[in-house]
């Protein structure tokens, strides 16, 4: 599986995993992915952000390679700046929502699309998301967010109010898309079958002539079927239960302390084996 670091394609998620709390890359991070890339590793990211928010990290690691976007509605090629895939909300996605909207009054929410963010539902929790992702969303009721394209619906509350949602959603029992917890305050809405494990599954399909190795790093459930999908799949001490117990590699540091430059040891140490 390890015959040479120029066939690994490491992917990992940012918040919780390659991201500090603050939102910063540790240099123990930074200097890891220099030594990898320079020995010829690919090196990408997966994450539920949109690519505006994304494109700061992008441009500080210098990504050449695909990279997951919107929770795997989306796989991007940052260097010709074009979508390779997208996997789009179905048109009753917007049905969905305003169901949620009744039994939820006080919910926020947000419709991601390649554009940008569509902020449609504020309360507290989204005023706080939009500062931290520092890259200002359009405000509008949901009736006037552009038509087609929808990549996920994110909705925000308390953990507790998460729970009920997480139960009415399923008692609904909406068709045609799926639904993943990716914090303990945001649940959102995806097209059915999508997750970072399908889209690490559609680059395998754009890179398959080049014979790569996959190895992914995540630590929330919206990060467990990228882990499971992948060759080798690592978990930072600082991820959920769920996603520890899948990993192959249960890495002992936190996203604050290097979980990536432990994860990158563990691969120079296999390919040496």
């Known amino acids: ?74 796989v991007y090629d940052p260097v010709r700046e074009k979508i390779l895939h997208l996997s789009p909300l179905p048109e009753t996605a917007y049905e969905y929502a305003k169901r949620i909207f009744e039994a939820f009054p006080q919910i926020g929410a947000e419709v991601l699309r390649p554009d940008g963010t569509y902020m449609v539902k504020m309360n507290s929790y989204e005023e706080k998301h939009a500062e931290y992702c520092t890259v200002p969303p359009v405000y509008c009721t949901i009736d006037e967010v552009p038509e087609g394209e929808w990549l996920k619906i994110l909705f925000a509350m308390s953990p507790e109010e998460i729970e009920k949602l997480i139960e009415f959603a399923g008692a609904e029992g909406f068709g045609g898309v799926s639904f993943v917890r990716s914090d303990a305050i945001f649940y959102e809405m995806l097209p059915g079958g999508i997750s970072k494990g399908s889209a690490l599954n559609e680059c395998r399909r754009i890179l398959a002539s080049d014979n790569l190795t996959f190895a992914a790093v995540g630590d929330y459930h919206n990060d467990l079927e990228m882990v499971i999908n992948a060759d080798i799949g690592a978990a930072p001490s600082n991820a959920q239960q769920c996603v520890r117990e899948a990993a192959d590699v249960k890495l002992r540091a936190s996203c604050s302390d290097g979980a990536i430059a432990e994860f990158i040891s563990v691969i120079e140490s296999k390919i040496q084996i």
């Not at 910063?24 to 890891?32: D, L, Q, R, V, W």
Request: with cysteine; hydrophobic share 40%.
């Open 1 to 74: 599986m390890f015959e040479s670091i120029d066939r690994v394609f490491l992917v990992t998620d940012l918040d919780g995993t390659l991201l500090s709390e603050d939102k910063t890359i540790c240099p123990k991070n930074i200097e890891a992915i220099e030594r990898f890339r320079a020995k010829g590793g690919r090196f990408s990211i997966a994450t539920g952000r949109t690519l505006q928010t994304t494109i700061r990290y992008v441009e500080e690691l210098s990504i050449t390679d695909p990279m997951i976007l919107y929770n795997g509605a989306c």
